[in-house]
C-alpha cells in the first residue's frame, strides 16, 4: 500500500471511530496537513504511520544506536521525510495544533536517542532528502544540507578540489545537522577549530513556521545555533560553510602499544606533548583491552595512537624524534596520502580503502548499544591514576569498554569561550569520551554496563575539570540532568546540564530561545529553557 493511499484511508477510518488522545491527535495532524497542503500529493508520499509496511525499515535505517531500538522505546505517531524546505512550516504549524511534539533527525547519532525518540506524543521530521552538498572552489564555501553525512561532505569537496577540506568529525555516517549545531570536532581542529567555527550561514524554520537565513534570524539566534544544539532553536535545513586550504599531500599514522611495551608511560607524556604540538599534528589516542601479546590469555590495554600531519613524513619525523621520541615513530609506521584518503584513514578504516565508502549513509559494524559520557582533562592524569583506570578495564563490563583522547592546544585554545556556545577552549588538554557496549542480546542486562560507567566516571572526578565538570553537547548524557517531561523547567534545574555543557554561554543560550520560542515548543529532555 503506498502512502498516500494509506493515509487517505487512516483519515477516513479515524474519522469514524472514537480514539486515544494520542490516536486522535495523529489524526487532528494528518487533517490540518491536508488543509495545509494544496497539493496533499506532494507530502501525502512522504508520510510514514504505524500503518505503512515501510515505518520500520524508516524509523529503524539511521537509529545508530540499538540500545533506543526495542519494543518498550516510544515510537512516532509519524515521520515525514520532506523533500523541500517548504514543505516543513506546515509540519512544525500541524504538530503545534495537535499537541504533538516534533523529534528532527538528521543522521540518528544521538547518544541518547532524543532525534528519534521522546516520552510525549510526537512525530520524527527527517531531513534524509536535505542531502545535497554545493561546493563553490572560487568562494571556497559550500551549502550543505542537514540531512548530509559528514562522509559526503568530505567526497564531495575532494571530487572539486585536492586543496581544500574542512574541520569536521572522524565518524563519516554523522549528520551534519547535529554535528555543527553542537560544535563538531576533528582531527583538523588544532588547525582550524570547530566545523560550527567556520559556518557563515544557515536556513532554519522557528516556531512560527517562518524560513529564515543568517540576515533574518539575526546574528543572536545564528550565534546560539552554531555549539548550542539546533533543536532547541528550530529545524535547520542548510548550513554555509567556509572550506579550509590542506596540501595536496598529507601524512596519516597509526601506532600501537600495549602495557607490556610502556602503554602507561607513553600516554603520561603524550598528554603533556599532544596540545603543544606544532597546530599542523593531530595526535589522538584511544583505549581498549587486548590479549596480551606475550602471555595469549592474559588481558591489556593497548593505546592505539592515531595522527594526521598536515605536511610530509620528512618534516613529521624529525619532529616527532624531537618532541615525542617516546612514540617510537619510524617512517614504515606513516603513510603520505591524500586529504580525503586521510580522512578514510581517520575514520578507522584502511588507508587503501576507497573514498567512496565515505558515502555510505550507515554503517552496520557500528550499530552496537552503547553508552558514552565525556570529561575535559586539563592537568595530566599521573601514572598512578592511569594505572587504577587499567584496573577498571579489566572489570568484566569494561573487556567491552573504549576510551578517546582528543588533544587540544593550537587554534582551540585561541578562540574566545564566548565565539559560540561551544566555550571549551584555553586550559584543556584534551577532550576524553568513554563508550561502554553491548550486544543487542544483552539490552536487558544494559544497567550493568551503565553502572560500569558510572562508576569509571566517578574514578576520574579528581582527574578532569571542575565547577562546572564540563562535558561535551554532541555526546549528549540524561545522567547529567534532564527536564521536566511536562510543565515548565526553570533556570535553576536545566543550569545543572546546561552549565556543564555550555559554562556561562548557557545564559545567552537561555535568553535568546525565551526570544525565539517564548512557548518553548522545541524541546526535548536536555533543551535549552524558555524562561517565558
Known sequence: ??????????????????????????????????????????????IYTPINSSYTSILQITIQNPRFNTNSTSKPLAIITPEHESQIPPLILCAKRSGLQTRTRSGGHDFEGLSYQSQLPFVIIDLVNFSDVLVDVDSKTAWVGSGATIGSLYYAIAAKSH?????????????????????????????????ADHVVDARIVNANGTILDRKSMGEDLFWAIRGGGGASFGVITAWKVQLVDVPEIVTVF??????????????????????????????????????????G?????????????????????????????????????????????AMVFISGL????????????TDPATRIPFKGKSNYVQKPIPESGLEGLWER??????????????????????????????PHRAGNLYKLLQVVFWSEDENGDSDRYIKWNQRVERYLTPYVSRNPRAAYY???????????????????????????YFKNNFDRLVQIKSVIDPENFFRNEQSIPSLH
Open 297 to 341: 590469555t592474559k588481558l591489556t590495554v593497548v593505546a592505539n595512537f592515531f595522527s594526521l600531519f598536515l605536511g610530509r613524513i620528512d618534516i613529521l619525523l624529525p619532529l616527532m624524534k624531537e618532541k615525542f621520541p617516546e612514540l617510537g615513530l619510524m617512517s614504515e609506521d606513516c603513510a603520505e596520502v591524500s586529504w580525503i584518503q
Open 474 to 500: 554532541n555526546y549528549r548524557d540524561l545522567d547529567l540532568g534532564v527536564n521536566n517531561v511536562v510543565g515548565e523547567t526553570s533556570y535553576e534545574q536545566a543550569s545543572v546540564w546546561g552549565k556543564r
Open 254 to 295: 597509526g601506532v600501537s602499544r600495549t602495557l607490556e611495551q610502556n602503554a602507561t608511560q607513553i600516554v603520561h607524556r603524550w598528554q603533556s606533548v599532544a596540545p603543544e604540538l606544532d597546530k599542523d599534528l593531530f595526535i589522538g589516542v584511544s583505549f581498549l583491552t587486548a590479549n596480551s601479546t606475550q602471555s
Open 350 to 361: 584502511p588507508v587503501e580503502t576507497p573514498p567512496e565508502v565515505l558515502l555510505n549513509r
Open 393 to 422: 578495564f579489566f572489570e568484566e563490563e569494561g573487556a567491552n569498554a573504549a576510551f578517546a583522547l582528543n588533544p587540544y592546544g593550537g587554534r582551540m585554545a585561541e578562540i574566545s569561550e564566548s565565539a559560540i556556545p561551544f
Open 1 to 46: 500500500m503506498k502512502p498516500s493511499t494509506t493515509i487517505s484511508f487512516i483519515l477516513v477510518f479515524l474519522a469514524t471511530i472514537s480514539c486515544s488522545q494520542a490516536s486522535c491527535r495523529a489524526n487532528n495532524f494528518l487533517q490540518c496537513l491536508f488543509q495545509k497542503f494544496n497539493n496533499y500529493s506532494s507530502i501525502s508520499n512522504n
Open 163 to 195: 586543496v581544500l577540506g574542512f574541520p569536521a568529525g572522524t565518524c563519516p555516517t554523522v549528520g551534519v545537522g547535529g554535528h555543527f549545531s553542537g560544535g563538531g570536532y576533528g582531527a583538523m581542529m588544532r588547525k582550524h577549530g570547530l566545523a
